[in-house]
């Protein structure tokens, strides 16, 4: 028991130490420190570690943040001034926090927010990323165009409606968009809307889970009328080879038997008396099955360079079966399972189109993986 109490003594203890922020002030992290000791003064008020905790940390991450600030500008590096407005933003959380703490705010009871300089400094931050979002345009790649959208997208941030970064927004987010065509997938006429309604399921799996915001999906006849002339990639799906609903007929003949059922026997005198014996019976069982399967290949191409850039086959089956049966002779011979058999009915199969879409949703549960991590590269 003294050895259980111990443990449990010094679990309490590490569990202080850490929401205190003692383990993250060691490591030098002065304002996850500061977070977790005002959070721990918050439910415990009068805990001597987590005051020694605030009055140590919070001090010593101002210290660190104007040590990084006084660096930062004193540098000429691209984004200084977006490094800076971190900083300051961390400074004014914790007077936040501490101010929101009245067992810390009695240790900090003047408290100093950096919202002047936060908004000078805002201003220049907006203003690099502008103009690091220009320099991307000139570059004119697909690529340089998606970086000149996260550098407006941080301007918009510092300096909401910063000059005309709205629109530059628009025009980075249009030019720095992969844009896929997807072509219809080819089957015979009959299965064509279920084909269509595969299709569709895919693309709308990768927007509604969507690896990537610069990648766009398009059909031929939307990428025309939108004016996309010089679409990146084809997105080409075709089935190498399927058949819907192969009909196979099997029987199988069984004889079973079953020891020690009882039975009733009549003697000589007309006297009925219970007794034990072997039943037995000769099983038929008829299984219909209606196989329907698939592979489908998966191309992608990059059209301006007229090369395959990846290629994959998936294949996918489903197996409908109907099973029934009779027998002759005692059916105390048979177990539930074969009494149920005998039973039913031959069963009329699904139609071609449900089976269509069964043996596809295997191929879907691959296929829509595969190209969330296709395009989470772009």
């Known amino acids: ?43 415990d008020p009068n805990s001597s570690k ?26 000429n590096l691209p984004f200084k001034y977006t490094e800076v407005v971190g900083h300051y933003e961390k400074m004014n959380r914790m007077a936040d926090e501490v101010s929101r703490c009245p067992a810390a705010l009695k240790l900090f009871p003047q408290l100093n927010y ?16 502008y103009t690091a979002g ?23 941030r510092f300096a909401p409606g910063y000059k005309d970064v709205r629109s530059r927004l628009d025009q980075a987010k ?28 895919i693309i709308e799996n990768l927007l509604h889970n969507r690896p990537n915001e610069f990648v766009a999906y398009y059909s031929p006849e939307s990428a025309k009328k939108e004016g996309i002339n010089q679409p990146d990639q084809l997105l080409r799906m075709n089935f190498d ?5 192969q009909f196979y007929d099997k029987e199988s003949v069984k004889e079973l038997s079953r020891d020690s059922v009882q039975i009733s026997v009549t003697l000589k005198t007309g006297e009925k008396v219970k007794a034990y014996n072997t039943v037995k019976a000769k099983l038929t069982v008829n299984r219909r099955e209606l196989i ?7 191309t992608i191409l990059d059209l301006p360079a007229n090369k395959v850039v990846s290629q994959r086959k998936f294949p996918g089956q489903f197996v ?3 099973e029934w049966g009779s027998f002759n002779g005692d059916e105390r011979a048979l177990d539930e399972k074969q009494l149920a058999i005998c039973r039913r009915k031959p069963l009329p199969p699904p139609g071609p189109q449900e089976l269509f879409v069964e043996f596809t949703k295997p191929i879907f549960n691959q296929v829509t993986p595969y190209l969330k991590s296709f395009y989470q590269q772009y």
């Open 114 to 129: 950096y919202t002047f300089e936060l908004e000078q400094t805002r201003q220049l931050a907006a203003e690099e990323q």
């Open 320 to 322: 409908w079966f109907a």
């Open 134 to 156: 220009l320099a991307n345009e000139k570059l004119d790649t697909r690529l340089s165009w998606k970086d000149a959208w996260y550098n407006y997208k941080q301007a918009d």
């Open 241 to 245: 080879d399927f058949v819907v609903g």
């Open 50 to 75: 987590a005051i020694q905790a605030v009055k140590d940390s919070y001090p010593m991450a101002l210290i660190f943040f104007q040590g990084k600030i006084d660096n930062a500008l004193s540098v």
């Open 1 to 43: 028991m003294r050895i259980l109490l111990s443990s449990a003594a010094i679990f309490c203890l590490i569990l202080v130490s850490c929401s205190s922020g003692k383990k993250a002030f060691d490591r030098g992290d002065y304002y996850n420190a500061t977070l977790k000791a005002v959070n721990r003064l918050r439910s």
């Open 174 to 201: 249009y030019n720095g968009t992969l844009k896929v065509i997807v072509e219809q997938i080819k089957v015979p006429q009959k299965y064509q809307l279920t084909s269509d309604f595969f299709l569709n399921q």
């Open 292 to 298: 329907s399967k698939g592979v489908l290949d998966v």
